[in-house]
C-alpha cells in the first residue's frame, strides 16, 4: 500500500533530474533551514562528516514533513571533507576557485545522505562516501573549466558536478555514483518500491 505521494525536501535541481530521470512521481519543497548554523551546532558537537550529513538531511525533512505530514517525505544532503576540513558551497566563482585549488592532487570524501519520513517517524536513513580524487591541472584548464561552468561552480559542494564538465577535474572516483550526484538512488529505489511509491 502507497504512503502517499513522494515530497523531496529540496531545491536541488540535481536531485529532482534524478528522480525525473529514474521516472519517480514527486513534489519538491525546499526545507528553508539554516543550513550554515546547523552545521556550526554540529562540528561544534564533534560530529562526523557522516553524522552530519545524516542529520541535516533528517532536518530537511522533518521540516518539510511537519507542514506535510500525510507526505513521504524525502531529505538529502551531500558533504566534502578533505584532510579534516569540511567544505560548504562557494558563494562566488572565486571561492570556487580557491576550493578546486585546494582540492587539486588530493582525495577528498564525499558523503551523501539520504532519509524518509511520514509524519513524525524516520522510516530508512542511509549514507554513502565516495572517495574522489582530484587530478594536478594546470592553471589554464581551471581557468577554462571556470569560464565554461560560471555560476554553476557554485551550485555543488566542491564546485563539480561529475555528471558534467566536471568529471574532467578527476583521476578517480570510488563509490556510488549516483551518490556523487546528489542520492543513493539504487538503495532509494529500493525503498520506494517497499513504500508502494514505485511499483514492485
Not at 158 to 177: M, P
Request: aromatic share 4%; net charge negative.
Amino acid at each position: 500500500m502507497s504512503e502517499g505521494r513522494l515530497v523531496l525536501a529540496s531545491g536541488s535541481a540535481a536531485r529532482r533530474t534524478m528522480l525525473e530521470n529514474a521516472g519517480v512521481d514527486f513534489a519538491a519543497e525546499a526545507s528553508g533551514i539554516d543550513e550554515g548554523a546547523a552545521k556550526d551546532a554540529l562540528r561544534a558537537e564533534g560530529a562526523s562528516v557522516e553524522r552530519a550529513s545524516g542529520d541535516l538531511a533528517e532536518l530537511k525533512a522533518r521540516r518539510v514533513g511537519a507542514r506535510r505530514p500525510d507526505a513521504l517525505v524525502l531529505g538529502a544532503d551531500s558533504m566534502l571533507e578533505c584532510e579534516g576540513r569540511w567544505y560548504d558551497k562557494a558563494e562566488t566563482v572565486d571561492e570556487a576557485r580557491r576550493h578546486l585549488l585546494a582540492l587539486a592532487g588530493r582525495t577528498h570524501r564525499l558523503v551523501t545522505s539520504a532519509v524518509l519520513v511520514r509524519g513524525d517517524e524516520r522510516l530508512w536513513r542511509c549514507t554513502a562516501v565516495a572517495r574522489m580524487t582530484v587530478r594536478a591541472f594546470s592553471p589554464a584548464f581551471l581557468d577554462g573549466y571556470l569560464a565554461a561552468v560560471g555560476e554553476a561552480a557554485c551550485a555543488s559542494v566542491g564546485g563539480y558536478q561529475i555528471e558534467g564538465r566536471g568529471l574532467q577535474l578527476f583521476s578517480r572516483i570510488e563509490g556510488d555514483v549516483h551518490a556523487v550526484v546528489g542520492l543513493p538512488m539504487l538503495d532509494l529505489l529500493d525503498q520506494l518500491r517497499v513504500r508502494g511509491v514505485l511499483p514492485s
